[in-house]
C-alpha cells in the first residue's frame, strides 16, 4: 500500500529543509510504511523554494510543487491531494510544514490507526466543546502528546 504525505510550506526558509528532511527520516525508520513526499511551496518570496529543491536532490521519493501566485493554504492542500488521487495512491496525509507536529508523533497515529484526532482553532487555550475524550477526540496545544 503505497501514502503520499502532502505539506504545505509559505516562507519557511531552512525550516522547510530541516522539517521535511526530519519526516521523511522519522517515515523510513520504519520498514512496513511506503510513503512518497509532496512537498508545496505555495509561491514562498524567501529561498524556501532552493531548500525544498536540496530535498529532491536528496531523496528519490519526494515530489516538489512550486506555485506560480499564492495560493494559499487550503488550495495548495487540495491540489496534493489531486495529485495523490491521480496518482493513484492508496491515502494520503497532510501535515503542514511549519513544524508545529512532531514527526514522533505522528508515527504513533500510524502505529495506531484506530486513534482520532481533530485539531480546532480555539481562543484563551480553552478546549472546544467538541473536543470530547469519549469520542475519541483528544485536544492538544502545541503538539501531539500521547
Not at 500500500?1 to 522519522?26: C, D, R, W
Not at 513526499?37 to 524556501?48: E, G, H, Q, R
Amino acid at each position: 500500500m503505497k501514502g503520499l504525505v502532502v505539506i504545505p510550506f509559505h516562507n519557511e526558509g531552512q525550516v522547510a529543509e530541516l522539517y521535511s528532511e526530519e519526516l521523511i527520516l522519522t517515515f523510513q525508520s520504519s520498514n512496513h510504511i511506503n510513503v512518497d513526499f509532496y512537498l508545496a511551496n505555495d509561491f514562498s518570496s524567501d529561498d524556501t523554494k532552493n531548500y525544498l529543491d536540496s530535498i529532491k536532490n536528496k531523496y528519490n521519493n519526494v515530489v516538489i510543487q512550486n506555485n506560480k501566485e499564492n495560493l494559499g493554504h487550503g488550495k495548495t492542500v487540495v491540489n496534493g491531494y489531486l495529485y495523490a488521487i491521480e496518482n493513484n495512491y492508496q491515502y494520503v496525509v497532510q501535515i503542514d510544514g511549519d513544524n508545529a507536529a512532531e514527526p514522533k508523533s505522528i508515527m504513533q497515529l500510524v502505529k495506531n490507526p484506530l486513534i482520532r484526532i481533530s485539531t480546532f482553532h480555539c481562543k484563551k487555550n480553552k478546549p472546544p466543546r467538541q473536543a470530547n475524550p469519549k469520542n475519541n477526540y483528544f485536544y492538544f496545544k502545541n503538539k501531539f502528546k500521547f
